[in-house]
């Protein structure tokens, strides 16, 4: 008998208290050593599977009996491989949460609020709503099931429950509340247990993205908890937030999420008052497919200054999403204030000038937030820690502290989505490194409950940038049940005619059907592509095939939108060519599109205006989602579909060609930009594609070796080169170091990737923590390190290393914790030797391309090649 299969898990989320999936699916690593599974048997508490004769590992569906809530559930797997038969793995414990609206006798409670009374935006409290619970005896177990509209934290008898921040999250409000289950055994007590819950706007109905859209899923606060216990002789009390609960204000006197929160440490709890009992649609209850977000590390600053009199600045050295937790506030009534930027002004004060959105409709600029403020109660130990807002930050000015702050009074307190890192990087140039260290910060900082564009101006689900970013970060961390959940929403919040929110989870909603900027401008190519393409690169990384069937009616309703829509508009300038063309049917030049996006020197003049056509952009995006809707129905089994979705791809391909492609090859518009997507997405014919991206390079080298892609096409544009034989110019646009290049950020001293090639553009805006223009770092883990998937086998079942050594580099190495195991590709030149290192997990293959052209198929284990490196 070997070695057990290890880490057994359940679906993509870590979160094993209050699991409401009813067909629960597994994966397990093999037992060291092996190669390949032969068969598995899986027990899940009292059914067994039986042996399957399978080398299936993940995703494996359980087929027992219904589970039920509160139910306390084991599972164990063994497995036969090449090595025979495996001990039982270690049991697996979880436990259901509530599944059914019936389990629920608490009720949807919040403060009683009148009109008159709601302060603006902004500007609004956190109340208290509490209870007790009586018990004769101590528990031998007991459970809270809470969630909110709003943020909320739980405590009993003034000792916070748990570790999770900013619950109960931000999702599609509208469709999906995410419930929270905690373990209160340790807790509660004999006696009288006091029960309260600290409410606050959050996203609910406080400020969201870059218009500071308010009050979007609903106009009150409110709270939803119900407290189950069980004693020693098996009975249970339950008691639930109900009309006899209670509300009050408290300390925190104003708090926003972006805005930031102001407390009053001398303030006791307010007269309290009965609650408003709300409706609530419990339908919508359900657990989280991700993990959850915590306080995940802590920054000691690096210095404190005072640029000014009065003003102390404290540097942490690292732009980072969270709070500061500042301690020592001095005298009692002392105002302390504590403003947030990513930079500094020229005299070393903070600057968040640059992070001020405006409004559409009157171009007024708005507040950029970022400021939290306490008056001190007067205590010796006294701490101001606000964890009812986050900021996007590395520098912290402290106005108001009568005494000097120094390093140890304050720390950088790191919040985001408790994500479990999976791959990393390494090479010779410490350059390089350090963008990759920063692009691993800027994701960091913006998986944030959902994959934001930026954790300060706008905190939104921007749907381009994930769509941008989604495989890279599938190699850096596992976001597996973090894009399942964002994607839930997608599809949630996407409106009736198939058109993709710009943003996900959309606050506007229903209303932006009607709204004169966001009926404007939803349904951008690029952005709405994400519909139909994150599904495709997550079930790349993760072999999960739910992740395109939960999908697949929203691709469809996608591109059936952009083809009514290219077949039912026609921009202006064709227009004015006269009668419409056969091949315009499936052109996409109508309606907004944000085109190619912050390319180097803005955006073209008339984006907005739709005076500038961008069709070759647009109509590039339809073909390659028609393309990979059709791959993934063949994937699904929908064979009718997959012929419908072909043809389509075919048509618009055709389209795109006849438009933009001339009789000569030359292909317009005649841009870096244009030119990486005709070669990424297929769309020129293969007799022209080395002349393509000989163009391309030549565009390259005309412009001193710098790049002039924005957000669509920089993650393709070294990988294009690199696959055409231009490797020497992929490393050069790598290694440049004059902007537009990712090292001169490094140069500039950034520890985030910049929205901007710029940082700052023209109108003196720009947020310094965007992760998209880091996507490169696909290029370093794919053709450097070489570690590349193999789309037709997916979760690195086959897998491809092939480091593509240039630019002066004369080692790198990349780690990956995949799916089945964990790979290693790691090379080093010496003597005029190429050394590399390759580990091949069990359960894969490898397809090992050494520089000079060797190639060896590598079955799982460890593996040393050489192969000739001229100097």
Known sequence: MTTPPTELRLDHGPRLLGVTARAPRFGWLLPAGSRRQEAYELRVGGWSSSRVE?????????????????????????????????????????????????????????????????????????????????????????RAYAT??????????????????????F????????????????????????????????WWRGQVGFTREHDAFGPRTAALVQVEVVDATGATTVVGTDGSWTWATGPIVAVDLIEGQREDHRRSAGPSRPVVVHDLDRSVLTSSPAPPTRRVEEVVPVSVSEPVPGSQVVDLGQNINGWARLHGLGPEGTTVRLTHGERLHPDGT??????????????????????????????????????????????VQ???????????????????????RTGWFRCSDERINAFHDATVWSFRDNACEIPTDCPQRERAGW???????????????????????????????????????????????????????????????????????????????????????????????WVEFAEARAAGGRHATRQARGVALPHERYLWDSG????????????????????????????????????????????????????????????????????FVADDGTITPDTQANLVRALAFDLVPDELRAATAARLAELVREADDHLSTGFLATPDLLPVLADAGHVDVAYDLLLQDTPPSWLAM??????????????????????????????????????????????????????????????????????????????ESRWHIANGTFHLDVVVPPGSEANVVLPDGTTQVAAPGTWAFTSPHPA
């Open 463 to 557: 749907t381009g940038d994930w769509q941008i970013f989604a495989p890279s970060a599938a190699f850096l961390h596992d976001v597996a049940g973090f894009s399942a959940r964002w994607l839930r929403d997608l599809a949630a919040d996407q409106w009736p005619d198939g058109r993709v929110p710009n943003f996900v989870p959309d606050p506007i909603g229903p209303r932006g059907h009607d709204h004169p900027v966001a009926s404007f401008i939803t349904g951008s190519a690029g952005w709405g592509d994400a519909a139909v393409i994150v599904p495709w690169e997550m079930w790349i990384a993760y072999g999960d095939d739910r992740f395109l069937a939960d999908q697949y009616d929203s691709g469809v309703a």
């Open 350 to 395: 903070v600057d968040v000038d640059h992070l001020a959105p405006f409004d559409f409709l009157t171009r007024e600029a708005l507040s950029p937030g970022q400021v939290d403020e306490v008056v001190a109660g007067g205590g010796p130990d006294e701490v101001f820690e606000p964890r009812h807002t986050t900021h996007g930050f590395q520098f």
């Open 148 to 169: 909110a509209h709003g943020l909320y934290e739980l405590f009993v008898d003034g000792r916070r429950v748990g570790d999770l921040e900013l619950t109960p999250g």
């Open 54 to 142: 399978s080398d299936r590992t993940l995703a494996v569906p359980y087929a027992g009996p219904a589970l039920a809530s509160r139910q306390e559930v084991e599972a164990t797997v063994r497995v036969w491989t090449d090595l025979g038969e495996s001990a039982w793995s270690e049991p697996l414990r979880w436990e259901m949460g509530l599944l059914d609206p019936d389990d629920w006798s608490a009720s949807l409670v919040g403060p009683d609020e009148h009109d008159d009374e709601v302060a603006a935006a902004g500007h609004r409290p956190a109340y208290v709503l509490s209870s007790v619970v009586e018990l004769a005896s101590a528990p031998v177990r007991a």
């Open 592 to 659: 907004f599109h944000w085109g190619e996006w912050c390319e180097p020197g803005g955006n073209p003049e008339g984006l907005f205006t739709l005076e500038v056509d961008v069709a070759d952009v647009a109509t590039a995006f339809f073909c390659r989602s028609a393309s990979l809707l059709s791959r993934t129905a063949a994937v699904l089994g929908r064979e009718a579909d997959v012929e419908r979705w072909n043809d389509l791809a075919a048509n618009v391909r055709d389209a795109w060609r006849t438009e």
């Open 746 to 823: 490094i140069d500039a001293g950034a520890t985030t990737v910049w929205e901007n090639w710029e940082g700052i553009d023209a109108d003196g805006l720009g947020s310094l923590n965007h992760y998209s223009k880091g996507a490169v770092v696909g290029f370093l883990h794919r053709y450097v390190a070489g570690i590349r998937p193999d789309d037709d086998h997916p979760a690195y079942g086959r897998f491809t290393v092939r480091p593509l050594p240039g630019g002066g580099l004369t080692s790198a190495e990349a780690n990956l914790d995949s799916p089945r195991g964990r790979i």
């Open 398 to 420: 402290v106005d108001g502290r009568p005494d000097p702050v120094s390093v140890d009074d304050v720390r950088g307190v790191v919040v985001h989505t408790d994500l479990r």
């Open 171 to 202: 999702t599609a409000y509208r469709s999906h509340l995410e419930v929270q289950t905690f373990d209160l055994g340790d807790l509660l007590h004999e006696g009288t247990n006091r029960i309260e819950v600290v409410l606050s706007d959050g």
